[in-house]
């Protein structure tokens, strides 16, 4: 960390308005009866921008004015947390290095479209010998070239032989080998781009940091700073795709199930290593397969259920609190969810069955969620307060409720249906 981000990072002193929100969150986490119910989002895409008239390419290109909008809805709506900083990653990165598995407005996509994952089988399933034998060594040669056109020449790397590096280790060569290497022209190129890469680096964390430490001073905590995937989903989405992985739990079963394993203690770690950089407890989780439809309860229970449950656990043995994100309709796998602690988990939800979820997991968990995105961009305000209303029926008796749409607030979502969410909690949720 620079100075003047260590210096930036030491200069919060919380007020009484953040000590009351940052309770009143901690407190409905933990299954803990707040003095009302919390209203926040999970995360913001492109909806505070939107309704301003700014471009999603502008917002991912020019991130201070995303920054700025995300402050004037948080403090136009008064919710209890600011959202966060990761949903909307800033454009020039992925331009710098070429990415190949995403596409973003002003890369490859019109200006107001929303950013997509591109998906793909960036390693094919006859691979998997290869790379659990040197994951390291595939990373580079292989999948870094294939997944970003700027880092395509270390392709070239694969045909030649690994050097003995200790005889090279030395001061009669180590220059020659060194100097000769890069000033072949497409690793000089590189070289050049990933120095380019820094430079955005240091200027997006710099305004990641000022606004984070902004919405602290103005009274408004942000519960998660860290975020992750499931071991499944990182193989599953980055590696082998949807396809490849589905076809894997019944063609190389004991291969999948051997990656998991190594993606498993990799993704605790890196979670704890960047909540601990952030000074913040909260991890976001984000889950795409593991949803129904996506797998039967029987391959749930032996592909994903383990690794997913080894990492909330890894996280709350290390002092945090996981926040997965259960993206679509997760009600049949509530009953693998009763296998958690009472209390340290916070789970946000797309679709469930309400009732059921109280009934399962209503003393496990705290329920953070789930006004359908239909209400939010095609109801009336009416129609969201009683929605609202509903959530604080079900889930409010001991506090275990944080109010919000099915990941945040939908892009497309209408401002009079985003204030009638504040406005029923204020009604509903005062105890």
Avoid at 121 to 129: G, K, W
Avoid at 280 to 307: C, E, L
Avoid at 335 to 359: N, S, T, W, Y
Wanted: proline share 8%; net charge negative; aromatic share 10%.
């Amino acid at each position: 960390m620079s100075e003047n981000r260590e210096s930036q990072a030491t200069a919060f002193h919380p007020s009484q308005e953040f000590l009351a929100r940052a309770k009143r969150m901690d407190d409905a986490m933990h299954l803990r009866k707040p003095d009302r119910v919390p209203v926040a989002p999970l995360c913001i895409h492109f909806y505070a921008t939107r309704i301003r008239g700014i471009s999603n390419r502008d917002a991912m290109y020019h991130q201070e004015r995303w920054f700025q909008a995300l402050k004037e809805e948080t403090l136009l709506y008064n919710w209890d947390a600011a959202p966060p900083v990761g949903p909307v990653q800033p454009a020039r990165p992925l331009e710098i290095l070429g990415l190949t598995q995403f596409k973003w407005p002003g890369g490859g996509l019109d200006d107001d479209q929303p950013f997509q994952w591109v998906e793909g089988e960036y390693m094919r399933q006859d691979e998997y010998d290869e790379m659990l034998a040197n994951p390291n060594g595939f990373a580079v040669k292989k999948l870094w070239p294939r997944v970003s056109s700027t880092l395509a020449p270390l392709a070239g790397m694969a045909q030649i032989p690994a050097p003995p590096l200790i005889a090279l280790s030395n001061a009669y060569v180590l220059p020659a080998f060194l100097g000769g290497m890069i000033t072949q022209s497409p690793l000089r190129d590189v070289m050049r781009r990933v120095l380019d890469l820094a430079d955005e680096f240091e200027k997006n964390m710099g305004m990641a940091i000022g606004y984070a430490m902004e919405m602290m001073n103005l009274g408004y905590p942000i519960e998660w700073a860290a975020c992750t995937f499931p071991p499944f989903d990182w193989i599953s989405d980055t590696l082998r795709g949807l396809k490849g992985s589905s076809m894997d739990m019944y063609r190389a079963p004991e291969k999948l199930l051997t990656t998991i394993d190594m993606f498993t203690p990799a993704t605790i770690g890196g979670a704890m290593a960047w909540a601990e950089a952030a000074h913040n407890k909260g991890v976001a989780i984000f889950m795409h397969r593991g949803a129904d439809g996506f797998m039967s309860n029987k391959q749930f229970a032996k592909f994903y259920w383990p690794s997913f449950k080894a990492l909330l656990l890894g996280l709350v043995d290390a002092g945090l609190t996981p926040i997965p994100l259960f993206e679509g309709d997760y009600t049949s796998r509530l009953e693998f969810l009763k296998e958690l602690p009472p209390g340290k988990i916070v789970g946000h939800f797309d679709r469930v069955d309400r009732k059921q979820a109280k009934k399962l997991i209503g003393d496990v968990m705290c329920f953070w969620g789930n006004i359908p995105a239909s209400l939010m961009i095609a109801g009336t305000p009416q129609q969201v307060k009683d929605d609202v209303k509903e959530l604080i029926d079900t889930f409010a008796d001991n506090g275990g409720l944080i109010v919000d749409s099915f990941n945040g607030f939908p892009d497309e979502s209408r401002p009079e249906n985003v204030a009638a969410v504040t406005e029923a909690v204020m009604e509903y949720g005062v105890w």
